[in-house]
């Protein structure tokens, strides 16, 4: 079975903002993000984007436009050489209380079950403690919490139930290599 690691998109692979992403010009790839996904697929990880866009729900964003970023994001990564597995995304309002918006687990228990994934050994990199907290519930072996969201998201954190779970790294470009390091050092 594969390694997998469960990406999340803004402010992990894209810039994020306040008044979310709505077009492809407000879609702004993270320097190193790109060859961060492509060392994971050299490295024989899959990877699969695990994203809230309630900017659908909330008509900001039509779900073809989300899904033309999703485009342009596999094709800059294939140019790239890497290569993504899947992309599952909530459109969901936080007010509708479906079960795919993270820190619900909805979307990783999607991708499990469509991707036969071994959930138990999968990774999750992510900039809020939603996603941190979304990787523990849903099973996940542990995450990396990145500094390139809007919010520094160690201030999110104030008790250590989740301490043992994530290691810091300042963008995807350094978890990942964190991760290949620590993977590489521990089959040895
Ligand atoms: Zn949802």
């Known amino acids: 079975m594969n390694k997998v690691v469960f990406l999340d998109r803004d402010g992990v692979i894209n810039y994020d903002s306040l008044n979310y992403i709505k077009s492809l010009d407000e879609f702004i790839l993270i320097p190193g993000s790109l060859s961060a996904i492509s060392k994971l697929s050299q490295h024989g990880y899959n990877v699969y984007v695990i994203t809230n866009q309630s900017a659908i729900a909330r008509n900001l964003a ?71 907290e979304c990787a523990k519930r849903a099973g996940c072996k542990r995450a990396y919490l990145v500094m390139t969201g809007i919010v520094n998201p160690l201030k999110q954190i104030e008790n250590d139930l989740f301490q043992d779970f994530f290691q810091s790294a300042k ?12 993977d590489k050092t521990k089959s040895r």
Not at 68 to 91: K, M, N, T, W
Not at 171 to 182: I, N, P, Q, R, S
């Open 171 to 182: 963008t995807l470009f350094h978890a990942v290599d964190l991760l290949v390091y620590e």
């Open 62 to 132: 039509d779900i073809s436009i989300i899904n033309d970023l999703h485009q342009y994001l596999r094709e800059s990564v294939y140019h790239a050489g890497g290569h993504i597995d899947g992309i599952y995304f909530c459109p969901h309002h936080p007010d509708q209380g479906c079960h795919c918006r993270k820190p619900r687990t909805g979307l990783i228990d999607q991708a499990v079950a469509e991707n036969n994934i071994d959930v138990g050994s999968a990774v999750m990199v992510g900039d809020k403690l939603t996603d941190i």
